[in-house]
């Protein structure tokens, strides 16, 4: 197959760039990759698109639509998750089931980018899932263990899990949480954990 030219490359990534900000006007979930003060950067904070009031002109859904903090991750548990999470933006794509390549803006060693990412329902609710779940963990192989659970569930299976952690009050929501934690990521200090976690690597 021909290589493609410099200027049909650059056209493509114009092409790609266009897509992508053509599906973050409406998507469900938006991944914000940006700085906050006293934390390592890059913090990675995912948004949830919440229902557009209703109006008589669709034209102002999308604006007036408003978007709901759902979790963020930093630091090592952001290095431990790298690749598990370029995985799921991996599958990311738009309205027209085109893949928007989001993975590319990431790498193991560092992150250049900042701004949102469109995500769509299944990537969203498998990264608000892990960001939710890792917050106050401390077990950095057990965090990375969830991930790699997490990548692995269907779009269904991250949906109910991600509302059986968020929707049904404070006190039931960390009940779930807690029991997810386990489930995923197994009781501290079990051996199989490592393991398991090998395997995982294994597998991509």
């Not at 930093?74 to 790298?82: A, D, E």
């Not at 997810?180 to 398991?196: A, S």
Request: charged residues 25%; glycine residues 4%; aromatic residues 4%.
């Amino acid at each position: 197959m021909p290589k493609r030219s410099t200027s049909e490359s650059i056209v493509s990534q114009h092409s790609l760039i266009a897509r992508r900000e053509a599906f973050l006007r409406d998507s469900p979930w938006v991944l914000r990759l940006t700085v906050h003060k006293g934390k390592p950067a890059p913090v990675m904070i995912i948004k949830e698109r919440l229902p557009a009031a209703n109006t008589a002109d669709s034209s102002d859904k999308a604006s007036s639509a408003r978007l709901k903090d759902m979790g963020l991750i930093y630091g090592q548990s952001l290095h431990r998750c790298m690749r598990p999470l370029q995985e799921m933006l991996a599958r990311v794509c738009d309205a027209d089931a085109v893949p928007l390549e989001l993975h590319q803006l990431l790498t193991s060693k560092s992150i250049a980018y900042r701004g949102n990412l469109p995500l769509d329902e299944e990537a969203g609710s498998k990264v608000a899932l892990l960001f939710i779940l890792q917050h106050h963990m401390q077990d950095l192989d057990r965090i990375e263990l969830i991930a790699w659970r997490i990548l692995r569930l269907t779009r269904e299976e991250a949906v109910y899990w991600l509302s059986r952690a968020t929707q049904y009050g404070d006190a039931p929501n960390r009940w779930a949480q807690s029991g997810m934690r386990v489930m995923l990521g197994g009781q501290p200090g079990d051996d199989e954990i490592v393991r398991m976690l090998q395997e995982l690597r294994e597998q991509r």
